[in-house]
């Protein structure tokens, strides 16, 4: 409590959300409550003193649970208008003392919440990273570079979505310099409401591929969404596009801000790449040798973004070696395990761009033993699907695999391409690990890359492994 007898962990007053679009507050009398000092859609991680945000949703809806929100401890929830009387909402609040705020969308008042809790805090430079793979690795790297340096917030995990990136804006306090957040997207319009929300500073892309084809309908339609990401700039903002994309001119295109392009030739500080295999990458930084401990090319090409926009903070390049060197990899995004087999665990998601990639970085290891690559389907390819897994098929064909194992329908259009004997193909899971158990022995080197659904992590156990292992691993 503050000398006025205010709650001094308040994020913000529930008076402030007045400002939202036709927002109308109630309050039912008897709580001391005068704002929030956390933001929650979950009933079940409601702390005392939260706004609890009801979502509609095709399967449950959250105005259902707004009484267990005030049981839990929640001040006030923000619920839609139209279905105040629906769920019997004034009489709970009034029951719990409690306050509700009403709104015709409070999906897009969440969002708008969000942007007004922003404006708060003038003096953060906000960093938006888009892109169709890399960006939560884009953010992490980033923030460990520019955190040795500035006080530093972003997403937690892949808090990137309509509903992620508002929750984690939450979290920015006058301590912060530089808030660093990803903006991921699975329906047309969602990087222009992300970019509504934190109207970036600096606006980073990291690649257009063909993730989430299977919604847009088109790489054309991809990139016009990505672009969405600059939709905010009013002309003292930077534009950071990838300088080998090969729609660099189509982003830059019409940008209200200065444009920038990043890359391998675009840095005078940059010596040199080259990779150490499973060890990660030497890079060679202000007459520096820095060993950057994720492997692959497509991890480079992360960690030079991750430089354009240190470099435009500015940090030092003492920051820019010890934050390449200090990062590891996250779940899932390239994890190296280690058990009776050596384990590349890429299974958080996949796509052809990211599929291709992790097939090129086996293909180059110096690996004496067998190599067993396990792949499920990629999803949300639409009807792109079947010509984007004959595509990886022709790959395996005149890849160095020894055996392939393929998990999912979807797969059946790249088993076409394999040789019987050099493949074997499932839809169950069971199936699937019984079968890798019996082929599998030690020395193997086993790729796990499938879309996340795939859920190929379940695959682990089979293998005995469970730890990371990055130093040592040849």
């Known amino acids: 409590m503050s000398s006025n007898g205010a709650r001094s962990d308040l994020l913000f007053e529930f008076a402030s959300l007045s400002r939202l679009p036709g927002a109308e507050l109630y309050a039912y009398g008897g709580s001391s409550d005068t704002g929030f000092s956390s933001v929650s859609i979950d009933s079940r991680s409601v702390q005392e003193g939260s706004l609890f945000v009801a979502l509609p949703g095709t399967t449950c809806d959250g105005h259902g649970f707004v009484e267990a929100a005030f049981r839990s401890g929640a001040a006030a929830a923000l619920v839609k208008r139209q279905s105040i009387n629906a769920f019997n909402l004034p009489n709970i609040a009034k029951e719990h003392r409690k306050t509700l705020i009403a709104v015709d969308n409070t999906l897009r008042s969440l969002q708008d919440a969000a942007r007004l809790y922003l404006e708060k805090y003038p003096g953060l430079l906000k960093i938006g990273i888009t892109g169709s793979s890399g960006k939560t690795t884009t953010k992490e790297i980033a923030a460990a570079i520019i955190g040795a340096e500035k006080n530093v917030v972003m997403n937690p995990g892949n808090y990137n979505s309509e509903t992620g990136l508002p929750l984690a804006v939450f979290a920015v306090r006058n301590c912060h310099e ?126 030079l973004a991750a430089i354009a926009i240190a470099r435009e903070i500015p940090v030092s390049d003492d920051a820019i070696v010890n934050g390449l060197e200090s990062v590891r990899p996250l779940f899932g995004r390239g994890e190296i395990l280690q058990g009776r087999a050596t384990v590349i665990l890429d299974c958080y998601n996949a796509n052809p761009e990211s599929l291709a990639e992790a097939l090129d970085f086996c293909e180059s290891l110096d690996w004496q033993g067998r190599r067993v690559y396990v792949i499920g389907e990629m999803l949300e390819l639409g009807e792109n699907s079947r010509e984007a897994h004959r595509g990886i098929g022709q790959l395996l064909r005149g890849s160095r695999a020894d055996m392939v194992f393929f998990y999912g329908e979807g797969t059946l259009a790249a088993a076409e391409f394999l040789d019987a004997g050099r493949f074997f193909h499932t839809n169950d899971m069971d199936e699937l690990s019984r079968a890798l158990d019996t082929y599998v022995r030690n020395g193997d080197l086993v790729l796990l890359k499938g879309s996340r659904l795939c859920a190929l992590e379940r695959l682990c156990g089979v293998l005995e492994c469970s730890e990371a292992v990055i130093e040592g691993v040849t």
């Open 178 to 303: 530089v808030g660093i957040f990803e903006m991921g997207m699975n329906h047309p319009g969602e990087i222009g409401d992300l970019a509504a929300v934190l109207n970036p500073d600096i606006a980073l892309i990291t690649n257009i591929g063909s993730a989430h084809i299977g919604i847009l309908g088109s790489i054309e339609a991809i990139a016009k969404e990505k672009k969405e990401i600059f939709s905010r700039f009013t002309g003292a903002n930077l534009a950071l596009i990838p300088e080998g994309c090969s729609f660099r001119d189509y982003l830059a295109e019409g940008v209200r801000g200065t444009v920038a392009f990043f890359g391998e030739e675009s840095f005078a500080k940059l010596d040199g790449m080259r990779s150490m295999g499973l060890q990660g990458s030497e890079i060679n930084w202000a007459g520096r040798s820095v060993h950057f401990p994720l492997p692959g090319r497509h991890n480079l090409a992360n960690a």
